[in-house]
């Protein structure tokens, strides 16, 4: 017996306090079920809009519309510090990329105290990458260690970097107990978690961290990161990027570099304008649905998930890849199988759904509640199941692109 009709599914959609989000989203194409949200969101017809009225206000106001761009990288900040991070006003700022806000963050701290690096090996690459990075340019050993709990236990640690989400398995980590384990400075990605899994920087302790915004915030591709440094902290670090938007009066041009005060010092060059306000859209979203409805929307679609997998699928090859218990994981499920790249390319090519990949055999399945429903999350375990017992995967072409 099914562990979930159809129908029922259906009815769970008719019922959810959410369902009107999914309309506030493009999307042309009914018959693809969209399970990538994790890596990016969908496009708000907010945002597009936005966006439009943007541009016609650049072409119109020219230079002229700077002093009202200028603090977008602050506003889109306190909005995410409000509604989706729970930190204050002030302590959380939206600039460049995860990769170069990790770097400003963990550089600003081994700036200020020795001992070594530590993370765990199956830490998101790039996360790993500045490290690395950084290790070399600052003289100081990198351990790679089994799991977040090793790292916190390192003795004679500078700087503990962990993912509140792990981007493979899904396993949430717990900020509180984690940050309170150590008394190195512990930098987090919330990269996979944040406008997902409720967060609160400051009920939990944490001081420091960085995430992007183009998954579960939905603020377009390559949109910039944001940057959290605790209120208390702000003047004790550094960033080791020295650029004009950092400096305490940017157009005293005559003047040598003197940081601002807050959480400005850690702003480089000029912000993204057009991406910042993407950003704010997706944001406004996430806020009007409230983190806990969204949350609880989530838990139940991969609960949905994890019973149609052993179902359905484990009889067919498929194990587990993310933690069962509900407490335990983010917003998406790894299925893994032996055949994982050619099945996840069949899913995509012949059944109209799309997951991601991540090697070697890890099939991602993101739910975005803002528009993912449970019909979604049953017709494509359906579709998944019906390719695999048909051999459809063994009909593609697998070789491998540069994005998977």
Known sequence: MDPLS?????????????????????????????????????????TRDRLAALVAEWGERLVSGWPEWIDAPARAGDLLAEHVLGARPGEVTVADST??????????VLDTHAGAIVTDRGNFPTDRYVLEGLAARHARELRLVETPADAVAERGAALVLLSH?????????DL??????????????????????????????????VGCTYKYLNAGPGAPAFLYVAEERQAQLRSPIWGWFGQRDQFAMERDYDPADGIARFQAGT????????????AKLTAEAGIGALRAKSVAMCDLIVALHDAWLAPLGFSLGSPRDAARRGSHVSLRHLEAWPINVALIERAGVVPDFRGPDWIRLGVAPLYTSHADVWDALDRLRGLVERGEHHLVDAAPGRVT
């Open 6 to 46: 159809r129908e029922q599914a259906l009815a769970l959609d008719a019922a959810d306090p959410l369902r009107g989000f999914r309309d506030r989203f493009v999307n042309n194409d009914a018959q693809r079920i969209y399970l990538d949200g994790n890596s990016l969101g969908r496009l708000p017809l907010a």
């Open 99 to 108: 990769t170069v806000n990790l770097f400003k963050l963990c550089s600003a």
């Open 165 to 173: 989400v792990d981007y493979r398995t899904a396993e949430l980590a």
């Open 176 to 209: 509180a107990a984690l940050t309170a384990a150590t008394d190195a400075d512990v930098v987090w990605d919330l990269s996979h978690s944040a406008g997902a899994v409720p967060v609160d920087l400051r009920a939990a302790g944490v001081q420091l961290a």
């Open 271 to 282: 912000p993204p304008v057009l991406a910042l306000a993407a950003l704010e859209e997706g």
